[in-house]
C-alpha cells in the first residue's frame, strides 16, 4: 500500500505556493542587483508535493512518555518541487480559532534534501507496503531534531524517519518505532530541562 497524503484546509496549497513564489521574485531580484545573500530560485515551473500536518513535541511530553499522537499540531508543510527535484519546503502555520493558514517559513537547508530522499524510499518499507500511513511531520525544536511520520491508520504502530542532519543522539535516516524514539529522546530532553534557565510557565517545553 502506498503513503497517503491528508488534505490541507482550505486555500492553504495556494498560501504556500504563493509565498515560495514571493521569495523566489526576491532572491532573483537580489542576484540580479548583485546581492547574494540567498540561492537564487524559480519562481515558475514550481509544483507543490507531499502536504503533511506539522507538529511539535515538547520536551516535557518526552520525559513523561506521552503518546506522540498528543503532540500539538501546528501548521502544514509542503515540498516545492521543480523538474530538477526539490529546492525548498513551504510551512504554513495555523491557529486555534479556525484562523485561515498563513506562511511561516521557506525553507531552504539540508532537511529539503533530506525529506525528498525519505519520501523516496517510503514505499520500500515493508510495514509500509503492508499497512496504511499517513504522512506527517514531527519537530523537536528544542532538541533539534526533525522527523518524518508515518501515522498508522490503521492502528498505532506509528514509524519515525529521522531526518539530517540529526543531533548525535538520533541516527540520520533510522526508522524508529516509538518507544524507541521515546527512549533515545528522554535522556537528552531530561538534560535540556535540567540547563532551562527560561521563566517558568511562560511557554511550555
Do not use: C
Not at 23 to 47: C, I, K
Not at 79 to 103: F, H, K, N, Q, W
Amino acid at each position: 500500500m502506498a503513503v497517503e497524503f491528508a488534505s490541507p484546509p482550505g486555500n492553504a496549497h495556494e498560501i504556500a505556493l504563493t509565498g515560495f513564489q514571493n521569495l523566489a521574485r526576491f532572491t532573483q531580484r537580489s542576484h540580479r542587483e548583485g546581492e547574494y545573500g540567498m540561492q537564487a530560485l524559480p519562481e515558475t515551473d514550481v509544483t507543490l508535493s507531499a502536504p503533511r500536518p506539522v507538529h511539535h513535541l515538547g520536551l516535557l511530553q518526552i520525559v513523561a512518555h506521552e503518546s506522540i499522537r498528543n503532540s500539538a499540531a501546528t501548521g502544514w508543510q509542503y515540498l516545492v518541487l521543480t523538474e530538477d527535484g526539490a529546492v525548498a519546503s513551504s510551512e504554513l502555520s495555523i491557529g486555534t480559532d479556525e484562523r485561515p493558514p498563513v506562511l511561516e517559513q521557506v525553507n531552504m537547508g539540508p532537511f529539503v534534501q533530506s525529506t525528498a530522499s525519505a519520501l523516496e524510499g517510503l514505499d520500500d518499507i515493508p510495514d509500509v507496503q503492508s499497512g496504511r500511513y499517513e504522512l506527517h511531520t514531527l519537530k523537536i525544536p528544542a532538541l533539534g531534531a526533525f522527523l518524518l511520520w508515518l501515522r498508522q491508520l490503521d492502528g498505532n504502530a506509528d514509524l519515525f524517519i529521522v531526518l539530517s542532519p540529526a543531533p548525535n543522539f538520533l541516527q540520520a535516516g533510522r526508522i524508529y518505532r516509538e518507544d524507541e524514539l521515546l527512549d533515545a529522546l528522554e535522556g537528552p530532553a531530561r538534560k535540556r530541562l535540567e540547563f532551562d534557565d527560561s521563566p517558568r510557565g511562560r511557554t511550555e517545553k
